[in-house]
């Protein structure tokens, strides 16, 4: 079993759609996560983290369930600007970064 | 905020010679610096870590020889792709990781080996 495992998508919705992507993780001992987005050919840059009780910012929110070993991002009102890779990132035992293959999103007008 | 500058962004190499990318943490000190290559459509996959002033760490199934890197000081770390095979061309990217500002990536380096 892969450590991050993600749905590859591609995701394509119209622009103002909600859009959900999901990701499990196989190491239940891991502490921290984090949702990060990367544009073709680019550096990831991180989006937010993600926490125990659920977070939010703006359009975007973050769910973990630690039993299940399951991390969620929601997007709504989707923009064009969002079109993106979105990586699920967990870290690692020894404080590296752990990346799912990422989940290709593209927001149509 | 935190900024690691790399370099170079883009390298074309004929095979069988060396390549070098630097990565430099411009305002704070990079204890750590981890190296990623990410492949196309796949993840970004660790290959070593460097501490500052120790030998790095690296991953199964990358060959230390061949891929050599130094983090001589707390704001500079390398990384020489020796002997540069077409299957070597990749997206190269290094991240730091700071205390304070958490991980910061550099912009990534495409090498691509003719």
């Known amino acids: 079993r892969k450590e991050v495992e993600q749905d590859p998508g591609p995701f394509n919705v119209p622009e103002g759609a909600t859009v959900a992507f999901n990701c499990t993780y196989s190491?239940?001992?891991?502490?921290?996560f984090f949702w990060y987005r990367q544009d073709c050919r680019k550096e990831p840059k991180l989006l937010m983290s993600?926490?125990?009780s659920g977070n939010e910012d703006g359009r975007f929110t973050a769910q973990l369930n630690r039993a299940s070993q399951y991390i969620s991002l929601l997007i709504r009102d989707s923009k064009l600007s969002d079109s993106a890779t979105y990586l699920c990132v967990v870290l690692g035992s020894q404080g590296n970064l752990i990346f799912g293959k990422g989940t290709k999103l593209s927001v149509k007008p | 905020g935190a900024v690691v500058s790399q370099h170079p962004s883009r390298v074309i190499c004929k095979s069988g010679t060396s390549v070098k990318i630097e990565c430099r943490s411009l305002?704070?000190?990079?204890?750590?610096m981890f190296w990623y290559r990410q492949f196309p459509k796949k993840s970004l996959m660790l290959m070593a870590t460097s501490n500052e002033g120790s030998k790095a760490t690296y991953e199964q199934g990358v060959e230390k020889d061949k891929f050599l890197i130094n983090h001589a000081s707390l704001t500079l770390s390398t990384l020489t792709v020796t002997s540069a095979h077409p299957e070597d061309s990749s997206f190269y990217i290094c991240s730091a990781r700071d205390y304070f500002q958490g991980y910061t990536f550099g912009s990534g380096t495409r090498l691509t080996v003719v």
């Open positions: 190491n239940s001992a891991s502490q921290s």
């Open positions: 305002d704070f000190q990079a204890t750590t």
């Open positions: 993600v926490y125990s």
